[in-house]
């Protein structure tokens, strides 16, 4: 009984601490803009985690946690991005990838996971935790007020209130279905009823009611979530799984006469684009085809190209045989010419992008583009490596540089560097799209503000600043508050 009551007494403290992370996501989020308020919110997700961990003997900093803990860097600096900027696509993806990372980190850091984290079987331990355990536990706080109710009313009472919510709970439907009836067939008695509503009830009170909903929801999940992380789970039962079989490998002569054909007109398209593109050899160029065509062709298709062979060195790795030690190395070479060809391909379909976006600017989608092959770049030089040391661990180190370059891509402010390189475009042919600029976020106010110098712009430019003053000028609440937005107030003289 004492170590039942221990256990219920640290339950209590959870669905507490739960509670208070409720109403803090109801003062912070409720009815307001993201902004500060997500950091907060963040930070005390952490509090509540590192209290319990503790409370459980689980909250280490040991050397075996580092890899743990250093997600803690990512997980703030995506928060603190609704602070500091104002790009919505951005702060949609970050709403939904922090809690994601925070789960990731939690199980780590408590060792509630068998597969190492950039394993497959990771990612099914994850989603098991929430959609499993999480859920399921989220039902231990009604059986705690069952327990408490029954601690503080003798048997006969709690007997005759359980059967009262269950004389309720089948009631309701049954009224619900008689009441629908009753005013459709009298339409006095119908009217009369949904009169009652509007005299009894007012808005604030639904809207409270509302809002406590949202209270005991999010009470529930977050409970739920740290009893799976901390609490008692079923052992799981090992499945019969057959006997597995040996692993599939491509034979070794036909995978270098595969890999030689490919390289060989890779290797001649790698020349062309040298004599051509890079060099800028005009005259040699075919009849009818200009060097601003040529330049602006092909892109897409040079893309597609680089992600194929991208997957062709993945498989390649994968499925190869070690055996032959003399074909294993013939497919090292082959796959090293691929890896270097391909980089001249991303070099082209970067040069090329550059002279298209010189001729007509420069938007979201083709700066995606550039920093997309930067990164297929990363991960290609990765690949040499793992094709000439095959204990290299490709997923491990894939997944750092994906989450380090996603956090590098919040924080370099995309909207400033286009409508950067647009002005400078506009300065050179006095061309430029100021509808464009004027979608972007409220880190281009500046911007806008200097092309309303121009009396052939000014507008247009005035037509866009209107609409931002007209949105800034809606009172934000401190949880609210936002870097980008706070600058734009300024720069626009608003108070």
């Known amino acids: 009984m004492a170590e039942w009551s221990q256990e219920q007494k640290a339950l209590q403290w959870l669905l507490l601490g739960a509670f208070a992370i409720g109403c803090l996501g109801d003062l912070l989020f409720y009815g307001k803009e993201f902004g500060i308020s997500y950091l907060l919110f963040v930070i005390a997700m952490y509090a509540l985690y590192g209290w319990q961990a503790r409370r459980h003997g689980q909250l280490s900093f040991s050397r075996k946690h580092v890899y743990g803990w250093l997600l803690t860097v990512p997980i703030v600096l995506l928060a603190l991005s609704f602070a500091l900027f104002s790009n919505e696509y951005f702060q949609l993806f970050n709403f939904v990838l922090v809690p994601i990372l925070f789960v990731l980190q939690t199980m780590l850091l408590t060792g509630r996971h068998k597969a190492k984290w950039y394993e497959l079987g990771f990612v099914g331990e994850l989603l098991e935790t929430l959609f499993y355990f999480t859920l399921k536990h989220t039902r231990l706080p009604f059986a705690l007020t069952r327990e408490w109710l029954k601690a503080r009313m003798n048997q006969e009472k709690y007997g005759v209130l359980k059967k009262v919510m269950i004389g309720v709970g089948i009631s309701l439907p049954i009224l619900l279905v008689v009441l629908t009836l009753l005013s459709q067939a009298d339409q006095v008695f119908g009217h009369f ?12 009170a639904v809207e409270g009611a509302f809002r406590l909903f949202l209270i005991g929801l999010v009470t529930l999940l977050v409970f739920g979530y740290l009893y799976s992380l901390f609490g008692k789970r079923e052992e799981a039962v090992e499945i019969p799984l057959p006997p597995k079989e040996g692993k599939l490998v491509w034979d070794g002569v036909i995978l270098v006469t595969v890999l030689a054909m490919i390289d060989l007109v890779y290797a001649a398209f790698t020349y062309v684009q040298i004599s051509y593109l890079f060099s800028g050899a005009k005259a040699a160029l075919p009849d009818g085809l200009t060097y601003a065509e040529y330049a602006k062709n092909g892109f897409n298709e040079l893309v597609t190209v680089t992600v194929i062979n991208f997957l062709i060195l993945l498989c390649t790795m994968h499925l190869v045989s070690r055996a032959k030690r003399l074909l294993y190395r013939v497919v090292q070479v082959l796959l090293t010419v691929l890896t270097v060809c391909t980089s001249f391909m991303l070099f082209s379909a970067y040069f090329r992008l550059s002279l298209y976006e010189e001729a007509y600017g420069y938007t979201h989608s083709r700066l995606l ?5 930067i990164f297929l770049l990363i991960l290609f030089a990765i690949a040499l490596c793992k094709i000439w040391r095959h204990t290299f661990s490709l997923i491990k180190y894939y997944a750092v540089v994906s989450l ?3 956090v590098l891509l919040n924080y370099i402010n995309m909207d400033v560097i286009i409508a950067k390189n647009n002005m ?3 300065y050179a042919t006095k061309s430029i799209d100021v ?19 121009d009396e052939s712009l000014r507008e247009d430019v005035a037509y866009y600043l209107e609409n931002m003053r007209e949105e800034l000028q809606a009172e934000a609440s401190w949880q609210s ?14 108070p």
Not at 193 to 204: A, K, S, T, V, W
Not at 481 to 494: D, E, P, V
């Open 424 to 426: 400078e475009r506009y």
């Open 481 to 494: 508050f936002n870097l980008s937005k706070y600058r734009a107030r300024q720069q626009l003289q608003l």
């Open 435 to 453: 509808e464009y600029l004027g979608r972007l976020s409220y880190d281009v106010v500046p911007y806008l503000l200097e092309l309303k110098a």
């Open 193 to 204: 009823l949904h009169e009652i509503p509007n005299r009894m009830i007012d808005l604030d």
């Open 404 to 406: 380090v370059s996603y």
């Open 369 to 373: 583009a550039h920093i997309f092959m």
